[in-house]
């Protein structure tokens, strides 16, 4: 089963870090974000990757393609380039990835409309490229097969962006609790879809997969939700940004379930 990452957007709330490069690539632990969204699907033997590109995906491809010779001791001979030695000191990923340029300003629906030609088999996951979790892959496959839903995705609780304050009546503080988690759930993504959903979106660079298409499922009970109740975090914020390399620093990371 395929995993398709949208990675096109331009990221404008983080600026301080994605002006001169896609959001998918700002990083988390000294690696992009998505590196850590391809190895939760990957701890879940899931390694073949449709990455939808957009603003600045040529520095996607360009992470990829160096990342044996980046990340390893290599022996070279400048007149004789055909015999490199790329000296590999652990096992490389074994993913397969295909970078499909779905445009510069195409929203979510357009995106997973354009790589339609890449998906062969009947179900397959998609997320976005700016979030990570805990969650349980292979049981969420599960529930959605349970449902028959053409579509389901991951039920969240986000933090608060705020503070929660309750006072008395005459005005004191009697609770203060910093950025709560949120009671009521939130679309976190990590989406598996039947190839069907492809009926529902157009390649117009218009077609947002959560307003039309999404309403579309939900009025035909065609949409399911999978309860998470376990973490998760996006990266929406320059402050969503340092939380998750704080955590990193703190070895505090319950997404890397590949440890």
Known sequence: MKVV?????????????????????????????????????????????????????????????????????????????????????????????????????????????????????????????????????????????????????????PHSKFGLVSAEKNGMVEKFVEKPVLYDYVNGGFYVFRRDIFDYLDADESCVLETGPFTALSEKRQLAMYRHEGFWHSMDTYKDYLELNKMCDEEKTPWKMWK
């Open 5 to 157: 990452i949208l990675c096109g957007g331009e990221g404008t709330r983080l600026r301080e870090e994605t002006e001169y490069k896609p959001k998918p690539m700002v990083t988390v632990g000294g690696l992009p974000i998505l590196w850590h969204i391809m190895k939760i699907y990957s701890h879940f033997g899931f390694n073949e990757f449709v990455l939808c590109l957009g603003y600045r995906g040529e520095m996607i491809k360009q992470f990829f393609l160096s990342r044996e010779l980046m990340s390893n001791d290599i022996t070279i001979r400048l007149n004789d380039r055909e015999h490199d030695i790329v000296h590999r000191e652990k096992d490389d990923d074994d993913w397969t990835i295909t970078f499909a340029e779905t445009g510069l300003k195409s929203q979510t629906g357009s995106r997973i409309k354009r790589i339609e030609k890449y998906i062969g088999s009947d179900n397959f996951l998609a997320t976005y490229g700016d979030a990570v979790s805990n969650i349980d892959i292979k049981d969420e496959i599960a529930f959605h097969r349970k449902k028959g839903a053409l579509a389901t995705l991951a039920g969240v609780h």
